[in-house]
């Protein structure tokens, strides 16, 4: 059979979901639907503009996912979106901007977050004000992060992106210095120690759809959309198969594992 | 910070830091330095491993992932030692490789401790274990590694040719693996994706723990058959292997320090609450 | 235009075709398509490794004009870093990375500070645990007994002490705890799929940089 052995039904499952949301973003559109409110997002105008306020700096970090490997590319291109969004504001308000570059993932992504930091600059005729080694410093240790916390003492720390154990480490330095705290990863792991630590959180995939948010162009709503309509056939599998393998029948697993 | 005149409610909320981490350091040194013994419950996660690795038959093929890095060393190896202890007892022959930066010098220094019981069980090097050395691209070596492993390496860590090597000339591909195991403090859940759920081969994780309530989804529904919880795993597997090392010197540490953290977060809801209900 | 065409379209196009191709070698049986995704793999390490290398040029490149401008006191560490960084480069080139000369300046300088950083975790958390996890509403009550269960479960000693612990620990973990984070997959997965699609299918382009005008 053409179709590997085990896979049928999870091909035939993708194929829906991408035809789903093909209806829905070239068909229905996406102008009729609206993203519920997300705190975490509307928070980062409302720390910018405090950053403005006390003259204070903004620092926002994309992790160390970089975008080479599979896994963790996602997040951090959900986190240069926010980036973007945040250099906009930044450049708009006057507020400095800081974003630092972590690891090996942000060597892979230095080139992509300058770009688009000085776009932004640009875009609102501030391209003076970019400087690229200030703006973007590279910082290859957690520590080196921690001594930009102190150093700096920024008014917001935004860290939207793929994260290891560092999250705690920094979210506990920026929030000793009362920076307000806005964290978002894919990495299961680390979702608790934003959660417990930050003051608004983006918690799995919640970080997917910012740039439909921020940027409320419709085919990317209709995007959300179709995938919401999916979380509703899961659950209802998920009710299903319980109830099943409740009553001793193993038919939906057998099924989906065709 | 807590000033005098405040309330001993509020003070037991701002219990400096400074305090907390001396008395954290204490709650690990001591019991170092005077070990007590205590006891250690296995659980059912590293016995799934153990049994799995009891099924291993003289010249089943095992992957070990060599990807821990320094800074969790202190339980990555031990517990790599006690399950390729195990192996060896099993006479299953091991093939470790590494897709973390720090997996080669991590593997020699492993090896050191590890090199007399490979030179008890007559374990020779090409022939019954073999170290293939680092690999970049993480999920993408790992899914070249699992189709054919030559895409992925050509030669070993010390320069010779895959097909020189007689161990290697019977390994090819997910085929002739029994079971791989990761050491990793990065992503388990793409060696699930590239070895389990694309060619069902049996896979186990030895994890930190605060990854392991992340990845007991997978050891539920059967795609990690083994699951070693950090340090208390190493050392749940050196007590199953009935050769206690590292690990268990380590667990008295680790009772130490969690009911410390308990203590300090009942101090802290305890002051929390009383400033409440006195209305301050 | 000629420029856009570089800077969009190609790379749109690029990630179309090798998106539909990992896709299908994933899912279709096709040996043609396997031996291309492999190919393709093959050059996703060859692209890895050479990113580290292209890193290393960044990091020097940046690393000397902090020392140029010798502004405050990172240029120090600059210099710092470029010591350690040919250090390692040198020794592991000229005497290869399983050398004992090699293995003695890891073994000494990189093992010790990144065992010591590592941990360094602890003391972070110790201090969040303390600060945070205080019983302010009901859902942060039960975020508190939880880790307290959790906490003393994971005590060997408690443990074996109290039995009931480790019943309790195991329902909080395979049941309430596995729930929400297969809710939490499930729901990763479904964004990791639709982000999928909207950069195959060239909705998402933020990565690309901005279009003219905007």
């Not at chain 1, 639907?33 to 720390?47: G, S, T």
């Not at chain 3, 040996?31 to 692209?47: C, K, M, Y």
């Not at chain 3, 480790?166 to 997959?185: C, G, P, Q």
Request: with cysteine; proline share 4%; charged share 15%.
């Amino acid at each position: 059979m053409i179709i590997a052995s085990g896979k049928l039904i999870d091909f035939i499952a993708l194929i829906l979901i991408w035809a789903v949301a093909a209806v829905f973003v070239w068909i229905v559109g996406g102008e009729r639907f609206a993203i519920r409110r997300m705190p975490a997002i509307d928070a980062i105008e409302e720390a910018v503009g405090r950053a403005v306020e006390t003259e204070k700096a903004v620092v926002m970090n994309i992790g160390g996912g970089g975008l080479l490997r599979g896994e963790y590319a996602p997040a951090t291109m959900a986190g240069l979106t926010v980036l973007g969004y945040v250099s906009d504001l930044t450049a708009k308000l006057g507020a400095d901007l800081i974003a630092p570059m972590y690891s090996d993932g942000g060597v892979e992504t230095i080139a992509v977050a300058t770009e688009i930091i000085r776009d932004a600059y640009m875009a609102e005729g501030e391209v003076e004000r970019f400087k690229s080694e200030e703006m973007l410093p590279f910082l290859p240790v957690q520590a080196s992060v921690m001594a930009l916390a102190d150093r700096v003492r920024p008014a917001a720390n935004i860290m939207v992106g793929y994260y290891w154990h560092e999250s705690c480490i920094w979210a506990e330095a920026f929030g000793r210095v009362g920076a307000i705290q806005v964290g978002g990863t894919t990495n299961l792991y680390q979702i608790p120690f934003f959660a417990g630590a930050c003051d608004y959180v983006l918690i799995g995939e919640e970080v997917y759809p910012v740039s439909a948010y921020i940027s409320k162009d419709p085919k990317l709503i209709a995007t959300i959309v179709g995938q919401d309509a999916f979380k509703w056939v899961a659950a209802g599998l998920i009710i299903l198969g319980s109830l099943l393998a409740s009553f001793g029948s193993q038919w939906l697993t057998q099924f989906l594992s065709i | 910070m807590a000033g005098k005149q405040d309330s001993i409610w509020i003070k037991l909320q701002h219990i400096p830091r400074e305090i907390l981490y001396i008395l954290i350091i204490l709650s690990m040194i001591v019991p170092l330095l005077r070990p007590m013994g205590l006891p250690i419950t296995i659980s059912p996660q590293t016995e799934s491993l153990f049994d799995s690795l009891n099924t291993l038959e003289p010249g089943d093929v095992m992957l070990e992932f060599i990807d821990w890095s320094a800074g969790s060393m202190s339980f990555h190896e031990p517990g790599c030692i006690a399950v390729s202890f195990q192996a060896v007892k099993q006479g299953a022959k091991l093939v470790f490789l590494s897709s973390a930066t720090e997996g080669p010098l991590m593997y020699e220094l492993m090896l050191e401790k590890f090199q007399p019981v490979f030179d008890e069980a007559g374990y020779v090097y090409g022939e019954d274990y073999v170290y293939l050395g680092y690999v970049a691209g993480q999920e993408t070596a790992l899914a070249a590694i699992a189709s054919d492993i030559r895409t992925a390496f050509s030669i070993d860590y010390y320069g010779t040719p895959l097909d020189e090597i007689p161990l290697m000339q019977t390994v090819h591909n997910y085929a002739d693996y029994s079971m791989i195991i990761s050491y990793t403090m990065g992503s388990p859940e793409s060696f699930v994706r590239q070895f389990n759920t694309q060619y069902n081969v049996i896979t186990h994780i030895h994890c930190g723990e605060m990854m392991t309530p992340t990845i007991l989804p997978f050891w539920a529904s059967g795609q990690i058959t083994g699951l070693l919880n950090g340090g208390v795993g190493a050392a749940e597997m050196e007590v199953l292997n009935k050769r206690p090392g590292d690990a268990v010197k380590l667990t008295d540490v680790y009772s130490f320090s969690n009911i410390l953290v308990f203590i300090f977060l009942l101090i802290g809801n305890v002051g929390f609450i009383m400033q409440r209900r006195m209305g301050k | 235009m000629s420029i856009k065409i570089i800077r969009k379209t190609v790379p749109l196009v690029i990630t179309f075709l090798v998106g539909l191709l990992m896709i299908g070698q994933w899912f279709l049986n096709v040996p043609s398509l396997d031996e291309l995704a492999t190919f393709l793999q093959q050059w996703g390490i060859l692209i890895a490794a050479f990113a580290m290398g292209l890193g290393s040029v960044n990091i020097i490149i940046r690393s000397v004009h902090r020392i140029q401008k010798r502004e405050g006191t990172d240029w120090l560490y600059a210099i710092w870093l470029l010591i350690v960084f040919f250090l390692f480069a040198i020794t592991g080139i000229g005497f290869g990375p399983a050398s004992s000369q090699y293995k003695y300046i890891f073994n000494t300088i990189l093992q010790p500070l990144s065992a010591t950083m590592y941990p360094a975790t602890l003391f972070f958390l110790v201090s969040a645990i303390y600060r945070t996890f205080k019983i302010r509403t009901v859902e942060g009550g039960l975020f508190v007994i939880v880790s307290a269960i959790i906490l003393l479960a994971n005590a060997p000693i408690m443990s074996a002490s109290l039995p009931f612990l480790v019943t309790l620990k195991s329902w909080i973990m395979d049941v309430e705890l596995t729930a929400a984070y297969r809710a939490i997959l499930l729901g990763i997965g479904l964004g990791a799929i639709m982000l999928g699609f909207r950069i195959i299918f060239g909705l998402e382009t933020t990565h690309l940089g901005r279009e003219e005008g905007t």
